[in-house]
């Protein structure tokens, strides 16, 4: 069965410390691996795709990295704004564009 | 251009109830996927819709159905409602299913 594991379950950092949060999985035939960012009782929000192993993405302080078992996502120099829950998610060829989540990491940044 | 809206916010219903919720995807995306969100379980895959045609379906009863209409909004529909069934409802849609944009989400509570 397909799994997704994300760690640490929560971090706290200070403004300008920055961190990786960890995606591992196991999926048969990786179709897509994905990275969203949730605020409190808002839908998560698109962060970015990657599809094969040494992929990687950048979006402002963020930059998601792929490999064969699991995914990171950098976070440099955060600010207290990019405090959310990061969610990551897989896609397998064999469920099509099921979404399979892993629980979440919740990220708090003081200033 | 618009995001994907979800109807309604907000839903307080009793045990037994039915309840229909209502997602209008990004205009011109034909794939609709639901899901429910749970502390306890997370975000977990209710079904996708392509074409008014259900394409999968994940492990709920058969108490959880949906449809979608020729102008890609969708429904689903709970019935006999159970305390459990307190969660998030989340729509999402996309081009052809890869990215997937979420809604805001339909808050359900069960009285």
């Known amino acids: 069965e397909d799994q997704v594991t994300q760690s640490p379950e929560a971090l706290r950092l200070q403004e300008g410390e920055s961190s990786s949060l960890n995606c591992s999985y196991t999926?048969?035939?990786?179709?897509?691996l994905f990275w969203y960012r949730q605020d409190p009782g808002k839908g998560p929000e698109f962060l970015f795709t990657?599809?094969?192993a040494g992929e990687e993405k950048e979006k402002e302080r963020l930059k998601a990295t792929l490999t064969k078992k699991e995914s990171f996502l950098h976070i440099t120099a955060p600010k207290p704004e990019d405090s959310a829950t990061y969610l990551c998610a897989v896609q397998a060829r064999e469920y099509g564009n099921k979404l399979v989540f892993g629980a979440g990491t919740i990220l708090r940044v003081k200033s | 251009k618009a995001g994907v809206t979800q109807t309604p916010r907000y839903l307080i219903k009793t045990r037994g109830q039915q309840v229909t919720l209502s997602c209008s995807p990004i205009?011109?995306?034909?794939?609709v996927s639901w899901y429910q969100q749970t502390p306890g379980q997370g975000l977990q895959f209710l079904f996708e819709?392509?074409?008014?045609?259900?394409?999968n379906k994940g492990n709920f009863p058969g108490r959880f159905s949906g449809r979608q209409f020729s102008n890609s909004r969708s429904e689903m529909n709970v019935s006999t409602l159970e305390l459990g069934d307190s969660a998030l409802y989340l729509c999402?849609?996309?081009?052809?299913?890869?990215?997937?944009?979420f809604g805001p989400g339909t808050r359900l509570t069960v009285l």
């Open positions: 999926v048969s035939g990786l179709r897509g």
């Open positions: 990657l599809y094969s």
């Open positions: 819709y392509f074409s008014e045609t259900q394409r």
């Open positions: 205009s011109g995306h034909r794939s």
């Open positions: 999402a849609s996309s081009l052809g299913g890869m990215e997937q944009f």
